[in-house]
Each structure stands twice: as C-alpha cells, then as structure tokens.
C-alpha cells in the first residue's frame, strides 16, 4: 500500500502540462466490470444515437490489473475521461491531490441539486469528503456511483414453511427458534461466506452498532472503551447463542463465499447473509429459488441496526481532461432514471438512482429499501487496528467451534488492542 500510495503522489509534478489533444465529439471511459461490460456498450449506442457523442468503453479486467493500468496511465498522462479508482480512500485522496479526480460539487448542485437528490445520499457518501476530514481534502463529491449494494439476510419461503413458519422471523429470539425448527426436519440454518473474514465483520459490526450503538463502537476504536465491556461480551455472545441453537450450516468459518452462494441457491441452508450481488449469481444457479430479503434481526430495539452498504461502483472523471463538459454530461445521462432501469434489469445490480426502484425486481428493490440504513468502514471516523481486528475475527472463529468462550476472546481481543496501543505511544 505504502509503494502504491508514493507512487500516485509522485505522479505528476507539472499538473498544467495537459494530456494530448482529444477528440471533443468522444469521451472515453475505461471498466474492469465483465459482467456489466455488454450493458454499457448497449448504453454508450444509445448515447450516441441520441447526442451524437461517441463514449468509447474499454474494458480491462481482472479488478487487480485494472488497477496497475489505471496507475501506470496516470504516470503516463494518459488516464481516459471516465474510469474508476478500486483501492482505499487514501489513494482516491492522492489522486485527488495530483489533480487527476475532477471535483464535482458544482454539477451536483446545479438545478436545485437536482442530480445529487436523485440518488442514494449514502452511495455519495463514498465519493464525498467532509469538512474536517483527514486526507485535507476540499469538502465536496469527486464521483458518481453507477450503482449500489448492501448486505442483508435472506430467507428461503418454501424452507421455512415447511418448519411451519409463516414470515420471516423479526427479532433475533425468534430467529434462533426458526433456526431450531429447521434443525427438526433436517435443514441447515444460516449460510455465509465467511471464510472470508471481512464477511463475519461485516455481520458482528451490525450486532455492534445495535447493541451498544454506533459512538461506543468507535470510542473503543479509539481505546476509551475496552473489549471487556459488557457490550462487547453480548456482542461476542451472539456468535455463542447461534452456535448453541446450532443455527450455522456446518463449516461456515472456512467456507469462501461462492460456496456459500451456491448452497444457499440449491437450498441446503434456509438463511444467508449476503450481499445484493449474490442475486445474479442466485438467479445464474436456480432461476426457481424462491426468496426474500430481511434485515438481521435486531437484539436492541432502541438502536438501529445498521447493515453495510453504500456505491457498489463508482466513476469519476479525469481533472485533466479537456472533456470534462461531455464526460459530466454523459454521467449525469448515464445515472437517470431509465437507463438505472435498463442496468438493474440487464445486471441484476441495484441502481444507484432512486426513481429506478420501482421498475426493477422485487428482490432488489427490497434490498434498495435498507439504503438508509447503511453504513460502511470506508465513511467511519475511526477504524480498528488491523491485528486487533484479526484477532477479534478469529476469536469469533473460535466461538463458533466451541472452541473459546466470549469472555476468553474478549480478553485476547483487550491484551493486542493494550499492546499496539502501548507500541503506539513510544511512537510518538
């Protein structure tokens, strides 16, 4: 990360030398999205039909060496219009600063705002840096998400009416019941990916955020609250209360989350917590699966419970183009209302638009519902030190395979976060 990020802010030492003359009736937009990729050649026709403005779109997958080329064609002056930075708000910043992200806060605000209002405030969220923020960016948004995702539970209908359950369960009790009346005829409870460790962070960040709510949560990011707090004891009980109601489908803790998909899909587990992506792949493995979306059922009814979420993909436009007027106008033509509609359709990925919901897929749409109420690591003030977060992650592991108990991990979790906080001082 260090040799990226010094990369990017060496880039360029002479902002005002411009890139080679372009083409003022082509905008040129460069992807990695393979899945997407026919959707917006069939939209960039469409454009040029009606505008009489040709958009180029290259594609260049995989993510990683998209990412190298976007990198190397900075060095080189010759980053196209419109494309996408896939790594960490610190290097969106740097590119920021070398003048190769366009501020866009004028073109949201023109006409009353009427762009930034069309879509979800907190898929802006991701391109937009508040006042007071760390990087000492100028406040305001530097990209358009093209669509957007969270991350919810889901339940399949004709599993859990065979148990005898008529809807789904809405308290966390009644979750663990369902989960045990599922056991009784033989089918597994929930299902995720999380062999990936982000994906159970994911899941005990919402526990988290609705237990002891969300100013606790970051106070312990920032060492006032330790791990041994009983919040955090409930928190980690969850893991120990879903065990115990043997409410996981075995092997959870490796499982990669394709593999997790696709027993959700050929329905050997009931529940899944997945995010709005895994539709598409749903759809690809049972077109039949018959399904709905419910947020994860909340422990503390005077908190929220939050899910993550925010821009699944996002664009900005190159501040050194000399078509930065086309490109603008291009992606403002490119969120609207109907061609967010033809992108649901075509992807199965949430439109970014609001006004797109209703003429999308039931399933998507309820996914979009619960826009509000995400939240993601990329937009908190404060993030967890990363051995810390590891060990708190694999405490959770040992958790579910019997193999710790709460208040064990939580005093693990409490020594390393000591440590590093000890290391962290003579540092300074």
Request: aromatic fraction near 12%; charge should be negative.
């Amino acid at each position: 990360m260090k040799n990226v990020l010094a990369l990017v802010l060496c880039l360029f030492t002479c902002i005002g030398c411009g890139q080679p003359k372009q083409d003022a009736n082509t905008v040129t937009l460069w992807h990695w999205m393979t899945d997407r990729n026919d959707a917006f050649q069939a939209l960039a026709a469409k454009y040029e039909e009606e505008t009489g403005i040709k958009v180029q779109i290259d594609l260049y997958p995989p993510s990683d060496a998209y990412t190298q080329r976007i990198i190397a064609s900075a060095q080189a002056r010759v980053l196209p219009d419109i494309y996408g930075i896939l790594d960490k708000k610190q290097v969106f910043a740097s590119f920021i600063e070398s003048g190769f992200v366009a501020d866009l806060t004028e073109d949201f605000a023109a006409n009353d705002g009427e762009w930034e209002k069309a879509l979800f405030a907190k898929a802006l969220d991701v391109n937009r840096f508040k006042e007071g923020n760390i990087y000492n960016i100028k406040p305001g948004i530097y990209g358009a998400p093209i669509d957007v995702t969270n991350i919810q539970m889901l339940y399949n209908k004709k599993l859990l009416a065979k148990a005898g359950i008529d809807k789904a369960p809405q308290t966390f009790d009644e979750f663990l019941a369902a989960a045990q009346a599922l056991n009784r005829i033989g089918v597994a409870g929930l299902v995720s990916g999380w062999g990936e460790l982000w994906m159970a962070d994911c899941f005990a960040s919402n526990y988290a955020f609705n237990i002891m709510g969300e100013e606790k949560v970051m106070a312990t990011f920032r060492g006032e609250v330790p791990y041994t707090d009983p919040d955090w004891i409930a928190v980690f009980n969850v893991f120990k209360r879903m065990a115990d109601a043997k409410a996981f489908a075995p092997g959870i803790v490796t499982k990669p989350n394709k593999d997790a998909e696709q027993s959700f899909a050929l329905e050997r587990s009931a529940f899944s917590f997945n995010g709005s992506w895994g539709v598409n792949a749903y759809h690809g493995m049972n077109p039949d699966l018959d399904y709905g979306v419910m947020m994860p059922p909340a422990i503390n009814p005077d908190n929220p419970m939050y899910i993550w979420g925010g821009a699944g993909s996002s664009f900005v436009i190159n501040g050194a183009s000399q078509n930065k007027d086309q490109a603008v106008a291009f992606l403002k033509w490119f969120t609207a209302r109907d061609q967010q509609v033809f992108l649901a359709q075509e992807t199965k990925n949430l439109p970014s638009n609001r006004k797109a919901l209703s003429k999308i897929p039931e399933v998507l749409s309820d996914y979009a519902k619960a826009m509000d109420n995400t939240t993601h690591p990329t937009i908190w003030k404060y993030n967890e030190h990363p051995l810390v977060a590891e060990t708190y992650l694999k405490g959770i592991q040992s958790i579910i395979i019997g193999e710790k108990t709460p208040e064990q991990v939580a005093g693990e979790v409490q020594a390393v976060k000591e440590r590093e906080m000890a290391k962290a001082e003579k540092r300074k």
